[in-house]
């Protein structure tokens, strides 16, 4: 099970942390992410890391802006998203995938969380 929070409304410029948040069985091996899908358009990806290596994965749009980590102690990994701008507004979903880091293969996804930036 998967549990995102952290969304918001902030001003363009400024910065939002995501968590996700894993329980009910171990994550070991996978690639845990996030999409994101705005208003009238497909979802995309935003970022991935490996649970064991720590290895992080992530979109030209968000490189340089957006950091994705990981807790394994509290078993939660975070997206930090910096210099957002309005483009960022979407609802944020987070995911776990076995085998992919670019999460194709998803088999746990986390609810969504609304990130609304304004300009």
């Known amino acids: 099970q998967l549990q995102a929070s952290g969304g918001g409304l902030v001003q363009a410029g400024g910065s939002l942390r995501l968590s996700c948040a894993a329980s009910?069985?171990?994550?070991?091996?996978?690639?845990m992410g996030w999409f994101r899908q705005a208003p009238g358009k497909e979802r995309e990806f935003v970022a991935a890391i490996n649970w064991n290596s720590g290895r992080t994965y992530s979109a030209d749009s968000v490189k340089g802006r957006f950091t994705i980590s990981r807790d394994n102690a509290k078993k939660t990994v975070y997206l930090q998203m910096n210099s957002l701008k309005p483009e960022d507004t979407a609802v944020y979903s987070c995911a776990a995938d076995p085998y992919s880091s670019s999460l194709s293969a998803v088999r746990w996804w986390g609810q969504g969380t609304l990130v609304t930036v304004s300009s």
């Open positions: 009910g069985r171990t994550y070991g091996t996978y690639y």
